[in-house]
């Protein structure tokens, strides 16, 4: 996977792209917004991680230069604005995510794959399925070993989101902002407790756990068996 | 804002007042000149028949009975003046001589006496009844002389006169009305542009400016000062918004490398210890963070560089949300807890705002409201106002920190110990507040703690 990261701090733009090589990514580097635009168009990148504060070129317009001229590559904007509107004017120029700085560079990682792996569905169905575990999308209905679940409408669409990500690590913050649709830092356990009560329903009662917690970082659903 | 005012309108009040104030003026002006004309018709008539009694009283004392009768049979045959009428009568008024073929019935005589009365006379082939102003004047204690005037056409004048008049304070009066009414419609429509301009302004769309027309009236010149001062508040603003950008971005990059270095020493652990000091500093550095997130965002709704508050949200709707998000944690820590929202409360402003607002209340239920005790989250609709409360029975906030509890890194609880509260909360709830035009109060809750949340409704309102 080939990213090119778009940061005019040197010393962040470092420790950034030694992160993602050791977690197996290839990375380029801009140091300016003209520089990364530039590089953007002329190359094929898997993803994006544009900052917005730039010398020459802001962030944002980069993103609206290249979505204007039908680039849909995958674009993280990374920032240190992260007041509740700026978020929402990262998206809305054409931002796939958005993350403030600092962040764990666990949500950072969890973000990418989301991103990458976006649109990457193997087949088209009705159905999501994970080992014994089975939602039906049209019927709305969630069953396990055959048995049907009874979860909220909430549990359902945490489940949904997690299972339409199978084996990979969603974020308290990607679940608050996906599923609630809410943008803020809780500085409460909210989503800890949503969770707990999601897990009683679909791993109580069943020899293997499909939900997991994955230390300083979130959830994975996934089939360990 | 009222779309009709109708009589609450002060242009309006003043074109009504104006209006009675001109028909009132136009109506003592023309009603003297009426009451002038039919003087000095009145008097001329008097006069011409006071000197033709007395030139006839000369002719009798001069010439006798007989010289009476010829000139009024001379007058009487050239119609001396018009609508002229004479009798002469003796004793037993039997008519001698003029124009009468008797003595009218109702006229008493009375030497030098005015008297009224009712004649048949024949225009154009009609029989119609005259009024009839005449002087009675006794000659010689013998005869009985009545001189008078047909009044008809003067009655008639007047008449058409009075009539004239009435018709033109009318439509003199209806004009000035339609007139006033027109200014006042133009002027109220002016001013409620105005209003509704200042409004979005003053939700955030800092952009919108007053209309200067050709006119260069007194509203251009008002709107021309308006919008200067807007132009400069436009630009405050902008310079704020890109100092909060400057701070926001020159205290997070640091934060942001250290950060990095922490997650890079623990990747690479130089020793046993290192796991141990590097996640506390973590924590801490993630709290420092929050406590910067909080003051920016509390920074950007004061002074309302954030983004307009055109949008309509559903209150009721955001508290159902938010009450769903957090109502299974209270529970978890056995705090009951109760949602009573209306249908629908629409307010102008943002719903990540409002949730944001919502979580920290409801955040602090969690943090300060002790097991057994119960949170009610409430929305109704008061009026023209829209009332947001969360109220708990847990150990509330004394009346007199009440005001304090809404500044900044105001904590009333002996936190040191704990390290989920910065002291901000309520501070960002009130800014919050504030920025949506509502009003923010901290109340007993009997026992406990009610926050009581008024936001202006959106429904109805024009623009």
């Given amino acids: ?225 | 804002m009222n779309p009709n005012p109708g009589l609450r309108s002060s242009t309006t009040r003043l074109a009504l007042a104006y209006g009675a104030l001109s028909a009132l003026l136009i109506s003592a002006l023309l009603g003297a000149v009426f009451l002038l004309t039919r003087g000095v018709l009145q008097r001329e008539i008097d006069s011409r028949v006071s000197a033709e009694v007395e030139s006839f009283t000369d002719v009798f004392e001069s010439d006798g009975i007989q010289g009476v009768t010829d000139t009024l049979d001379k007058r009487t045959d050239s119609w001396g003046r018009l609508g002229a009428v004479y009798l002469l009568a003796d004793s037993s008024l039997n008519p001698l001589a003029g124009n009468l073929t008797a003595w009218p019935k109702d006229v008493r005589c009375v030497p030098n006496g005015r008297v009224d009365f009712r004649i048949v006379a024949i225009v154009n082939d009609e029989t119609v009844s005259h009024p009839v102003e005449a002087r009675c004047e006794h000659l010689a204690g013998q005869y009985w002389l009545l001189v008078g005037t047909d009044t008809n056409d003067r009655e008639r004048t007047l008449h058409r006169f009075a009539v004239a008049t009435a018709w033109g304070v009318g439509l003199t009066s209806l004009l000035v009305l339609a007139l006033g009414w027109r200014y006042s419609r133009r002027t109220s429509r002016r001013v409620r542009a105005f209003a509704a301009t200042c409004d979005s302004i003053v939700r955030g769309d800092l952009t919108r400016r007053l209309t200067v027309s050709s006119a260069q009236d007194e509203f251009d010149a008002l709107s021309t000062t308006v919008n200067a001062m807007l132009d400069r508040l436009e630009r405050q603003t902008d310079t704020l918004r890109t100092t909060l950008g400057s701070i926001a971005h020159d205290l997070r990059t640091p934060l942001y490398r250290l950060r990095m270095r922490l997650e890079e020493s623990l990747l690479d652990p130089k020793g046993p210890e290192t796991q141990e000091l590097v996640a506390p500093a973590m924590a801490e550095l993630d709290r420092v963070q929050r406590t910067l997130s909080t003051l920016l965002e509390i920074a950007r709704a004061e002074s309302g560089a954030g983004s307009a508050m055109q949008q309509q949200v559903d209150l009721a709707h955001v508290a159902r949300e938010m009450y769903e998000l957090y109502a299974p944690g209270l529970q978890e820590r056995d705090i009951h807890t109760r949602l009573e929202v209306t249908d629908s409360a629409m307010v102008n402003g943002q719903r990540q705002l409002l949730a944001q607002l919502l979580a920290n209340l409801l955040e602090n239920a969690l943090k300060y409201v002790p097991a057994g005790c119960s949170v009610l989250m409430d929305v109704h609709v008061e009026h023209s106002s829209i009332v947001l409360m969360v109220a708990d029975t847990g150990p509330g906030i004394a009346a007199a920190d009440r005001e304090r509890a809404l500044q900044p890194f105001v904590r009333l609880h002996d936190t040191r110990s704990d390290s989920t509260g910065s002291g901000l909360g309520l501070s960002l709830v009130a800014a919050i507040a504030r920025l949506h035009g509502a009003t923010l109060t901290l109340e007993d809750n009997h026992p406990g703690l009610r926050v009581v949340c008024r936001f202006p409704s959106s429904d109805g309102r024009v623009g």
């Fill in chain 1, 1 to 225: 996977m080939h990213l090119l990261a778009i940061e005019d701090d040197a010393e962040a733009a470092a420790f950034l792209a030694k992160g993602l090589r050791e977690s197996g990514y290839t990375v380029d580097l801009a140091t300016d917004g003209r520089d990364g635009l530039f590089q953007a168009t002329e190359e094929k990148y898997d993803l994006l991680i544009v900052d917005r504060q730039l010398p020459h070129l802001d962030g944002l317009s980069i993103v609206q230069l290249l979505r204007n001229n039908g680039n849909h590559t995958p674009v993280l904007v990374l920032s240190a604005l992260g007041s509740v509107d700026e978020r929402i004017e990262g998206l809305r120029a054409g931002g796939d995510d958005y993350l403030t700085k600092p962040f764990a560079f666990g949500e950072l990682i969890a973000r990418i794959e989301a991103l990458l792996r976006r649109g990457q569905a193997t087949e088209v169905s009705t159905r999501l399925r994970v080992a014994d575990l089975e939602m039906d999308l049209l019927g709305r209905t969630v069953t396990r070993e055959g048995r049907r679940l009874d979860l909220t409408q909430k549990e359902y669409q945490l489940l949904e989101f997690l299972m339409r990500r199978t084996g990979q690590v969603v974020t308290r913050t990607m679940l608050l902002e996906n599923v609630w649709d809410l943008h803020f830092d809780p500085q409460t356990n909210v989503i800890d407790v949503h969770m707990s009560r999601l897990r009683s329903v679909v791993d109580r009662g069943f020899n293997t756990p499909l939900i997991h917690t994955v230390r300083g970082a979130g959830y994975i659903l996934r089939d360990e068996s």
